[in-house]
């Protein structure tokens, strides 16, 4: 086997695989990113302190990210799918009523910002603004919530 070969292997460290620890680097950013752009602000942070705040180099940063707004896009997509996964599995239950559906549904989406007001903070104010491109993830899941609404809409009247 060749030299260059041999080191492109990706070896167990500790007894868990390269992707995984890779894997495990990232979820470790994205929750960084939730405390740093939810208590400081996107505009007032750095990746220094991100890392710092995840206890990885910045080498590890750039492994999973290309810059601060990659980590902000994931921080947001990572809220709202956790978002969308809660409110769709109740609004989706055949068995409960539509309108109750949709009261269990918005009290869940402002409970888990009252329990957690950084979530709050990076899904209403600190993704607006920053870029086109975090503009676009910011009007996707404003599709997805109208998206949302129209299936409520279409249980709730199903004429319409």
Do not use: W
């Amino acid at each position: 086997m060749s030299m260059q070969k041999k080191n492109s292997i990706k070896r167990p460290y500790g007894g868990v695989e390269a992707s995984l620890r890779k894997e495990d680097r990232r979820k470790k950013l994205i929750l960084a990113g939730l405390e740093v752009f939810g208590t400081t602000g996107y505009a007032k942070s750095n990746i220094r302190t991100i890392c710092s705040q995840a206890g990885l180099t910045e080498r590890y940063f750039y492994e999973s990210f290309k810059h601060k707004e990659d980590l902000l896009c994931a921080v947001y997509n990572e809220l709202i799918e956790e978002e969308k996964a809660h409110a769709m599995s109740i609004l989706e239950d055949a068995g409960i009523d539509p309108y109750e559906a949709a009261s269990r549904s918005l009290k869940v989406f402002f409970h888990r910002f009252e329990q957690d007001p950084r979530r709050a903070r990076v899904q209403l104010f600190e993704v607006l603004g920053v870029s086109p491109t975090v503009d676009r993830q910011y009007q996707g899941a404003m599709r997805i919530l109208a998206d949302m609404m129209k299936r409520f809409l279409l249980r709730a009247f199903p004429g319409i």
